[in-house]
């Protein structure tokens, strides 16, 4: 740490007479520095600042100027937050004493710019007479012309939709006649065919689920049966055991006499 | 134009204006500036103000007590030490949030905040991107006509704020001035 300053020629020439700035605390030394650098309270660098702080004091010294106690205190302060964490950078000791500095750092930095905003409310208030003395008015409620008084040409309303879509970048919905092929009216209704499966498990009690698709004669009449399986299953009045190959579908016991499906 | 302002009550913006007659901006600027240039030559009952991009006709000040007592109106309140702070610190620091207001003043300023909000002198412009994401305010255009300012640019400069500026603060909290032994040293100094 000897004879820092020479590192810092450039920055600390820049006007001999910064040296005789008197600040009123080291906090609002170390403000300065941020400021100088353009740097944020939260990221203080504090090898950096450590520099250049103590190349602040040795500039006072060299002309014979006092340093205040406090000044020495903080310096170090700051070398000893330094050395902690060149040594380890977790280092916890070093990281909390740190957040001291930096909560330190912007109080002062609040103080300083409440004291300012004091100042400037005193100039400000005046300037608000005039407030106080104008009037205006609020708007009139105006009506809209019910008569659409544009031009427009056909082809606009296309552009106009076409302008919508590319926005969207959504297709128009498909026609339904798009569908045609996949959705057809149902020709074998669901419901008959679960009233048939219930009164063939009244009658003949237990039974295997393939039994129940033998003797269909259309694809309809299968997908029928499945989704009355399902139906039933869903209401609660069939029950399906077993394993996959080998499944059987029973009447529940204690299923309503005449459910409505 | 004064028949568009009338019309209007609030405040218009340029570009509507130089819609409405077909002229170029600066020819709008011009001719506004002249009109109420006029308005206050002549000593009329209203003026024309400018806030930023937009224009608006008021009573004229002068006239005040007279208008008042026509319609035996008392002058509004002035605004409080709190309130003229609070605003202060947004006028400045403006987009900010009410925890920095909250922070510089050291204590807690919403119930300020929401009259100065009602006044219609500071408005909610959007959200810091941070954890929490409070809200940001800044000052309205109400805020420039109420202090007589057509832009923020107006507003007087903040004291010490540049870097060769260093405010001392007394034990009371008050502004010192500096020492003249320093001016010497620093002639660019702006007096605080």
Redo the contacts between chains.
Sequence with gaps: MDNPIFKLTGVVQERS?EA?????GPL?LIL?LL??NKIEIQNIPIALILDQYLAYLEQRKQLDLEIASDFIAMAAHLMYIKTRMLLSLEDEEAQSEMDELIRSL?ERR????????????E???P??????????????P?QRGKVYEYDQEKGDLILAMQAVFDRTEKLAPPPTAAFREIVRREPYPVADKAKEILRRLKRGGITRFLLLFRGSRSRSELVATFLAVLELCRSKLIRLAGSDTDCTIDYEKDAPETPAL | MEGILFASGEPVGIDRICLALELDRPTAEQLLHRLADYYAYERRGIRLVRMEDSYQLCSSPDYADVIRKAFEIRKSAKLSQPALEVLTIIAYYQPTTRAFVDQVRGVDSSYTMGLLLERKLIEECGHLQVPGRPRLYRTTKEFLRVFHIASLEELPEMPGLEQDGQLRIGADGAILPPESGEDAARPEEEPV
């Design positions: 007479a005789l700035q008197d600040f009123e609002d300065y400021s100088k912007e609040s103080k300083d710019t409440y004291a300012r905003v004091r100042t400037l409310t100039t400000l208030g300037m608000s007479e005039f407030g106080r003395n104008t009037m205006t008015r609020p708007p009139e105006m």
